[in-house]
């Protein structure tokens, strides 16, 4: 069923090459000047959070990835509220097909994936240049740690559309989730203070997407609250995230009695 759903979406893309290639080619280049600030940045300081720039690149290509991952399998529930007010839920839930997985379907953009491409292509350049030297554990950790961050932001896509059931018009609110973790996965979490370290931490598990891992990846020691331990505990973050998404979800559908109220 699932890959009936996604395989109708990717090859009705697919078909327009022209337009596949302009949009692939525009992600791409959003995540290229998007790492481009931070180059800026480390130019005129040398070192932000305490990495140089290949570390800095590592988290970047890694955080740009994860996100890149859940933003084409998750990120249309971002706009739920849309459906919510055209009315056209009840379409989806009079079928005999999950209700999360045909909102997330709705439009599965293939432009995504050159944000994917950039993001891989970095994430693996860089931690050659870092100088990781995989062990067993680390290579493990290398390979699961974009799948555990595309986890943890497709759970945070999740409760930004379940929150959308009761804010309706909700949809910037509900960004802060997402988008805004998606700043922070990419940023060394060393720069934010005490206060917002602990909230994209311990509430939104941002710096456990990508920060958290390549301290893990490259021996490097973290700062107060993100012990170089915590690179290990996305998976379980992930999981906790997924239960709270679901819960919110499911309430939120319970609740939903149509567009008309």
């Known amino acids: ?33 998007e790492f481009l600030e931070l180059w ?21 290509g890694l955080g740009a990835l994860a996100f890149g991952i859940a933003d084409l399998l998750f990120g249309e529930i971002d706009n739920l509220s849309s459906a919510i007010r055209a009315g056209t839920l009840e379409v989806l839930l009079i079928r005999p097909v999950p209700v999360l997985l045909q909102v997330s379907s709705l439009d599965l953009s293939l432009r995504r994936l050159g944000r994917i491409a950039v993001g891989l292509t970095m994430y693996v350049v860089a931690l050659g240049v870092a100088g990781f030297q995989p062990t067993a554990a680390t290579a493990l950790l290398a390979a699961v740690a974009p799948l555990t961050g595309a986890l943890i932001f497709g759970a945070l896509f999740t409760i930004a559309g379940a929150l959308q059931f009761w804010l309706v018009d909700g949809r910037e609110f509900a960004s802060a ?8 996965a990419t940023t060394p979490g060393a720069v934010f203070s005490l206060p917002m370290r602990a ?11 990508a920060y958290a891992p390549v301290l893990a990846l490259l ?7 993100i012990p170089t331990w915590a690179g290990w505990t996305g998976l379980p973050a992930a999981a ?3 239960v709270l998404a679901a819960l919110l979800w499911r309430a939120g559908v319970r609740r939903y009695t149509g567009a008309g109220g």
Do not use: K
């Open 240 to 242: 906790a995230v997924w």
């Open 40 to 60: 800026i940045i480390l130019s005129q300081v040398g070192t932000l959070g305490g990495m140089d720039l290949s570390q800095v690149a590592v988290v970047y």
């Open 199 to 209: 909230l994209f931490t311990f509430v939104i598990p941002a710096t456990l997407v």
């Open 219 to 225: 021996d490097l020691p973290g700062p107060a609250l």
């Open 1 to 33: 069923m699932v890959r009936t759903l996604y395989g109708s979406r990717l090859r009705s893309q697919a078909t327009f090459r022209t337009s596949f290639a302009a949009d692939v080619l525009g992600q791409a280049l959003v995540v290229a000047v």
């Open 177 to 184: 989730f997402t988008y805004g973790g998606n700043y922070v």
